[in-house]
Nanobody, 115 residues
Framework: QVQLVESGGGLVQPGGSLRLSCAAS????????MSWYRQAPGRERELVAE????????NYVDSVKGRFTISRDNAKNTVYLQMNNLKPEDTAVYYC????????WGKGTLVTVSS
């Protein structure tokens, strides 16, 4: 059974940091491109960051460049999103996504940036 389980969300003040984790199971994690998406209230889901399989190349949406870092640990079947200098506009539900032969989604974890 395929599972993507996100964790690490919560409430943080502007300028703070969080690290999201996504634990994967049920598929060959190392062969999949892994991504983090987010969806804010009333807005469409958007790609935040992605990391390829194999060479682990990364790509980020412009609004998070220099603040967020995506990484993966293939031995632990886990992908991470380190988020620094968080802003209120980063408030959203963050979803883990896996893509290769099939695509899979996690259920999301809520990140709220507020003072």
């Amino acid at each position: 059974q395929v599972q993507l389980v996100e964790s690490g969300g919560g409430l943080v003040q502007p300028g703070g940091s969080l690290r999201l984790s996504c634990a994967a199971s049920g598929f060959t994690f190392s062969s999949y491109r892994m991504s983090w998406y987010r969806q804010a209230p009333g807005r469409e889901r958007e790609l935040v960051a992605e990391i390829t399989s194999g060479d682990s190349n990364t790509n980020y949406v412009d609004s998070v460049k220099g603040r967020f870092t995506i990484s993966r640990d293939n031995a632990k079947n886990t992908v991470y999103l380190q988020m620094n200098n968080l802003k209120p506009e980063d408030t959203a539900v963050y979803y883990c996504h896996a893509a290769a032969y099939m695509t899979y989604w996690g259920k999301g974890t809520l990140v709220t940036v507020s003072s």
